[in-house]
């Protein structure tokens, strides 16, 4: 069950503190939501009274974070703070599935292996996907855990549409595991970046797998679907007052795109109906349902198809 912040008023705080102490370096995350008023109201992380990161405005869903942390005794604090004025949304924060750096529970030590150096997926058409597989070992006498990072249009796990693009992972002691990654381009390009791996290895605590990809435009007139059904980025963000954002549907179906204001009330309706397969894009100029134009400041974008759902933000400045 997630622990839910306390109900406080304007210009008050609420927290949660936990000393723990870990023998060797390791990793501690947690997955986090926030229902908050953008850019006044915090959840605040801090280890070792050491302030890691922040966050405000309102999440549709939990995401996962995770901190590499020394050996050694540390205390983690979650806070929530709020302004002197203005609340938004739910007005409070959720944390969930914490997980610390292991207790000394052996004596032993795990040892990161890694089959590849790098991941080199060649060229790809757009709408295409190329698949690599890649093996990551402990070949020490302790269980090993750790992180996997990857940038877009890459992802950790081919078998499924959405883009993975963080995981945690656990292998025991002289136990494997499988990734096929996934080379996604949805536009034209090389694609060059790293596939972060950490580990509590103590000689192998980063390893930066480079990555690179290319991607072009199909060579006939033939449409190629794309791999992924995916909201995309708008541009230009921020914008006055017109700006398109992008999205692409693996399959002909309904779709809706909704835009809110920060406090979670509908002020436009750009899509509703059914779309085929391929890229899509649509222009919002400013305005709500009733053609008047909105005031300045944060808007979020909310897409809907089948049982796809993602929210994006953008901000209108006039």
């Given at each position: 069950?997630?622990?839910?912040?306390a109900?406080?008023?304007?210009?008050?705080s609420?927290?949660?503190?936990?000393?723990?102490?870990?023998?060797?370096?390791?990793?501690?995350?947690?997955?986090?939501?926030?229902?908050?008023?953008?850019?006044?109201?915090?959840?605040?992380?801090?280890?070792?009274?050491?302030?890691?990161?922040?966050?405000?405005?309102?999440?549709?869903?939990?995401?996962?974070?995770?901190?590499m942390?020394?050996?050694?005794?540390?205390?983690?604090?979650?806070?929530?703070?709020?302004?002197?004025?203005?609340?938004?949304?739910?007005?409070?924060?959720?944390?969930?599935?914490?997980?610390?750096?292991?207790?000394?529970?052996?004596?032993?030590?795990?040892?990161?292996?890694?089959?590849?150096?790098?991941?080199?997926?060649?060229?790809?058409?757009?709408?295409?996907?190329?698949?690599?597989?890649?093996?990551?070992?402990?070949?020490?006498?302790?269980?090993?855990?750790?992180?996997?990072?990857?940038?877009?249009?890459?992802?950790?796990?081919?078998?499924?549409?959405?883009t993975?693009?963080?995981?945690?992972?656990?292998?025991?002691?002289?136990?494997?595991?499988?990734?096929?990654?996934?080379?996604?381009?949805?536009?034209?390009?090389?694609?060059?970046?790293?596939?972060?791996?950490?580990?509590?290895?103590?000689?192998?605590?980063?390893?930066?797998?480079?990555?690179?990809?290319?991607?072009?435009?199909?060579?006939?007139?033939?449409?190629?679907?794309?791999?992924?059904?995916?909201?995309?980025?708008?541009?230009?963000?921020?914008?006055?007052?017109?700006?398109?954002?992008?999205?692409?549907?693996?399959e002909?179906?309904?779709?809706?795109?909704?835009?809110?204001?920060?406090?979670?009330?509908?002020?436009?309706?750009?899509?509703?109906?059914?779309?085929?397969?391929?890229?899509?894009?649509v222009?919002?100029?400013?305005?709500?349902?009733?053609?008047?134009?909105?005031?300045?400041?944060?808007?979020f974008?909310?897409?809907?198809?089948?049982?796809?759902?993602?929210?994006?933000?953008?901000?209108?400045?006039?």
């Open positions: 069950m997630a622990a839910q912040s109900t406080i008023g304007n210009n008050q609420t927290s949660m503190n936990i000393t723990m102490t870990n023998p060797v370096d390791g990793i501690v995350s947690f997955w986090k939501k926030v229902s908050s008023e953008v850019g006044r109201d915090y959840l605040k992380f801090y280890i070792n009274g050491m302030l890691k990161n922040q966050w405000s405005g309102i999440d549709e869903n939990y995401s996962q974070v995770s901190y942390v020394a050996a050694g005794t540390n205390t983690y604090r979650w806070e929530y703070a709020k302004d002197n004025s203005v609340s938004a949304g739910s007005d409070c924060v959720w944390i969930d599935d914490v997980v610390f750096p292991a207790e000394s529970l052996n004596s032993g030590s795990p040892v990161l292996e890694i089959d590849q150096t790098n991941l080199d997926f060649g060229n790809a058409n757009i709408g295409e996907e190329l698949v690599l597989p890649l093996i990551i070992s402990n070949t020490g006498n302790a269980g090993m855990i750790g992180t996997l990072q990857i940038p877009a249009p890459y992802s950790l796990d081919s078998s499924i549409s959405e993975v693009s963080f995981m945690n992972y656990t292998i025991p002691a002289g136990e494997t595991l499988e990734l096929s990654i996934a080379f996604r381009p949805q536009a034209e390009g090389v694609f060059a970046g790293f596939l972060i791996v950490t580990s509590d290895d103590p000689d192998a605590l980063q390893t930066n797998i480079p990555l690179m990809g290319s991607a072009t435009p199909v060579s006939n007139n033939d449409n190629v679907n794309p791999v992924v059904t995916r909201l995309g980025s708008n541009y230009p963000n921020p914008f006055n007052p017109n700006t398109t954002l992008s999205y692409s549907l693996k002909r179906g309904e779709v809706k795109i909704d835009i809110y204001n920060v406090l979670g009330q509908k002020v436009r309706t750009l899509v509703n109906g059914v779309m085929n397969a391929g890229t899509h894009s222009s919002w100029n400013g305005m709500d349902d009733n053609r008047r134009p909105v005031a300045s400041g944060v808007y974008y909310k897409m809907q198809s089948g049982t796809y759902t993602n929210t994006r933000k953008m901000i209108l400045m006039k």
